[in-house]
């Protein structure tokens, strides 16, 4: 038996952990020992995702949340070194982009434990994100590397990964397989929803710590919203910058919502305008254009196959995206993020 420490901590991890942790607790090779680190917290947050998810409670929970980049990567960091210390996994497997994903990494390299890096390869090219400092440190750590993409690979084949002691294996998207998995138990909300609308998210660092940024997204909602309905589950960062700053959304804003409740919103509405990056591909899974509020994308093959548009965060941006976007068809049948079994190949693998 091998044991396999995940860690987890911020809401996209636990979707993808939804999947993985099922397909790995089956494994007759495998054990999974799951680790919060409590960088989301809110009920909506997190303990929502589990609940309906089905994802095993966490066996160990560190309580890091609130704080700046600096402390909260440097507290997860120690604290998931006394965990490892405890438990001596044969290996750790981190996802995606987060502060706990290079904390979880960081932590594990240093005991000479290998790490599993789901969602490697993925590159902004904007190294003033966090998430970009983020994935190239924790790509560059792993062990073994979970690419999604054929543009994943190309990036990673770029930087000379050929060149450093790494396995480079080909799974898929772990998202894929979450959105195959759990359509049928999409949940439509609590709250009412127009006939039509476009479903929008906003929460990046990049958009809701710039003014100017901010501004330019929330005059483009408040003009599209006279039109078409705009429907925006509110990350609790950008409800707390928008009340700072004395911005003023005039559309549907509710509470952020739980993975089969987003999965509803996201078939019902009639496009999307996000900087997620998860939404991206979910937009495109279920046949939706989007619209994407940043001026670069790691998903770039979304772009080249019309299905997304970068439109950054200038009004005038925005509205022309919208026109153009409104009303295209999305085949959404390339494979382009594999055939739904990256969970499986993920198992086997680490067995
Ligand atoms: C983080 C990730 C980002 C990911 C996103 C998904 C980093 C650097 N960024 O950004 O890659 O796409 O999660 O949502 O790791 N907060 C609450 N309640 C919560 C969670 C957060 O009030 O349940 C507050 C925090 O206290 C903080 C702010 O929201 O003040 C931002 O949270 P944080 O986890 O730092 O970053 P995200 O914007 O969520």
């Not at 409670?57 to 998931?80: C, F, N, S, Y």
Request: hydrophobic share 40%.
């Amino acid at each position: 038996m091998k044991k396999i420490l995940t860690i987890v901590g911020a809401r996209p991890q636990f979707v993808k952990a939804a999947v993985v942790s099922r397909v790995l607790r089956a494994h007759e090779r495998l054990t999974e020992i799951l680790v919060h680190t409590g960088q989301h917290y809110d009920q909506n947050m997190s303990d929502i995702f589990f609940k309906e998810m089905d994802i095993p409670r966490p066996d160990h929970h560190l309580g890091v949340h609130g704080l700046g980049h600096g402390a909260m990567t440097g507290q997860m960091l120690e604290k998931i070194e006394t965990v490892l210390i405890s438990e001596k996994p044969d290996g750790v497997m981190v996802y995606g982009d987060t502060n706990s994903t290079l904390a979880g990494a960081l932590a594990a390299r240093k005991l000479h434990i290998p790490v599993a890096h789901v969602e490697a390869g993925l590159r902004s090219f904007n190294m003033r994100m966090p998430e970009e400092v983020n994935r190239i440190v924790t790509d560059r750590i792993s062990d073994i590397l979970f690419y999604p993409t054929e543009t994943a690979r190309n990036n990673l084949m770029r930087e000379g990964f050929s060149n450093f002691s790494c396995r480079l294996i080909k799974s898929g998207d772990v998202m894929y397989d979450a959105a195959l998995f759990y359509s049928d138990r999409a949940k439509a909300p609590m709250f009412d929803l127009p006939a039509e609308f476009l479903l929008a998210t906003i929460h990046r660092a990049e958009n809701t710590d710039d003014r100017e940024r901010l501004t330019g997204i929330v005059k483009a909602i408040n003009e599209i919203h006279r039109g078409l309905s705009v429907v925006l589950p509110i990350h609790p960062r950008t409800k707390k910058v928008l009340e700072d700053q004395h911005l003023e959304l005039t559309c549907q804003c509710v509470d952020p919502v739980g993975y089969l409740e987003m999965v509803h919103l996201i078939k019902s509405s009639t496009l999307i305008m996000t900087d997620s990056g998860g939404l991206q591909k979910e937009a495109y899974f279920f046949k939706k254009p989007c619209l994407t509020l940043r001026d670069e994308t790691e998903w770039t093959e979304l772009v080249s196959a019309g299905a997304n548009r970068l439109v950054g965060a200038e009004y005038a941006k925005i509205l022309e995206g919208f026109i153009e976007m409104r009303g295209r068809e999305i085949s959404g049948n390339d494979a382009l993020y594999g055939n739904g079994d990256a969970g499986q190949k993920i198992a086997d693998e680490l067995a």
